[in-house]
């Protein structure tokens, strides 16, 4: 893993500390500043006009211990509703918006499988739980997984077979929705790519069978508390950025205009703790989270992984974590940068190879569901990258 006594030349030396994060200069992050000037102008433009990429969005980047950029742009509430006759949003009056800011919390949607992974990872590190074990060892009663001989590393992998999603929210009990779970055959043989939030549905399971305890418990006393992420967890989450207007047929439930509520509708009906989804954050928040993987699971005295078993978390193809994926990485993708985005417009990379990450949150599914345009994240990443390359002093990594 990179250091944290970072040099302009390259992206890592000795690892004698783990700092926390400080605001600074572009300059003091060995980074371009004119590129990370464009970031956080771009950040604005994405917001801007009458149909904009994103109702609002945060932004956080930066290199070793510095936070070079820390911006929001646009309006964490910006319309009452959707209409669909018109498809546009219902705009509130401007005195009735909500501005975006720096500290506003978003629903992170499948940023939650970083989570669950990185909790999966700590009972790897522990010894209590096999990488390749059978899924079928922990949950006997999930007969469907344990028949086709699912494992812990397929399902960290998206290479379990199973199908990307169950229709939990239209059952009428929790009983039912385990039911399903438990019966869910893989649609394809396990061993093949299908990226699926029943993975991390059943890895939940699998956690909170091995360990007596539920999964926020475990993501609030393994994760976001050691690291001092107190603006992160599960919701309900007052204040959080609005995202849907959710009604069918676009969505698949009718529960309106969402805010502070979790927005997956499978969350929703598990309670709002699920292994795929339901976590609430912030740009700071996950720009400490980036900062303890790059520097080897440490942050400040915290410890959360080994540095050996963050390399296992993310050696390509990753564990839960993507790796090296260009359409949402940009040129930052191609020497083990690591991440992943959520339905809702969040994302995350950080990038080992030269100790940077970026944090881009933002409401897009606000007032309704878009298809999904990666290209701004993509765009952003691209940015650090080059900010990277322009920095007076640097060598290369």
């Avoid at 077979?161 to 399903?180: K, M, N, T």
């Avoid at 606000?366 to 990666?374: E, K, L, V, W």
């Amino acid at each position: 893993m990179p250091s944290l006594e970072h040099t302009c030349g390259r992206g890592g030396s000795r690892e004698l500390s783990a700092p926390r994060l400080r605001r600074d200069t572009a300059e003091k992050a060995c980074l371009d500043p004119e590129e990370m000037r464009r970031l956080a102008a771009d950040v604005h433009a994405l917001t801007a006009g009458p149909r904009p990429w994103a109702a609002g969005a945060v932004v956080v980047a930066g290199r070793g211990p510095v936070v070079a950029v820390e911006e929001a742009a646009g309006w964490a509430l910006r319309y009452a509703a959707y209409d669909p006759e018109t498809d546009r949003g219902v705009e509130l009056p401007e005195p009735e918006r909500v501005p975006m800011t720096v500290d506003t919390p978003f629903d992170l949607a499948s940023l939650t499988k970083l989570f669950t992974a990185v909790a999966a990872v700590q009972q790897i590190e522990r010894g209590t739980l096999g990488i390749d074990a059978k899924v079928g060892a922990y949950l006997p009663d999930f007969r469907a997984a344990a028949e086709h001989g699912v494992t812990v590393r397929q399902l960290l992998t998206h290479t379990s077979g199973l199908r990307p999603e169950l229709p939990l929210y239209d059952c009428v009990s929790d009983a039912e929705r385990l039911g399903r779970l438990r019966a869910e055959e893989p649609a394809t043989e396990p061993g093949r790519y299908l990226y699926s939030d029943l993975n991390m549905l059943l890895l939940q399971q699998l956690l909170e069978r091995l360990t007596g305890r539920p999964l926020d418990v475990l993501v609030r006393d393994g994760i976001t508390r050691p690291l001092g992420m107190t603006a992160t967890g599960f919701g309900p989450c007052p204040g959080a950025a609005a995202t849907e207007d959710q009604r069918r047929p676009w969505a698949k439930a009718d529960r309106g205009l969402l805010r502070g509520v979790v927005h997956d509708e499978n969350a929703w009906a598990l309670g709002g703790v699920a292994g795929h989804a339901g976590l609430f954050s912030t740009g700071r928040d996950l720009a400490v989270f980036c900062r303890a993987l790059l520097a080897g699971g440490s942050y400040g005295p915290a410890r959360i992984l080994g540095p050996d078993f963050v390399e296992l978390l993310l050696t390509p193809p990753g564990l839960g974590f993507a790796v090296d994926q260009p359409w949402f990485m940009g040129e930052l993708a191609g020497r083990g940068a690591a991440g992943h985005t959520g339905f809702t417009g969040t994302s995350l990379v950080l990038d080992p190879a030269t100790d940077t990450f970026l944090v881009l949150l933002a409401n897009t599914v606000h007032p309704r569901r878009r298809p999904s345009d990666s290209r701004p994240r993509a765009a952003a990443a691209t940015r650090l990258a080059r900010a990277v390359r322009g920095a007076k002093g640097h060598r290369g990594t």
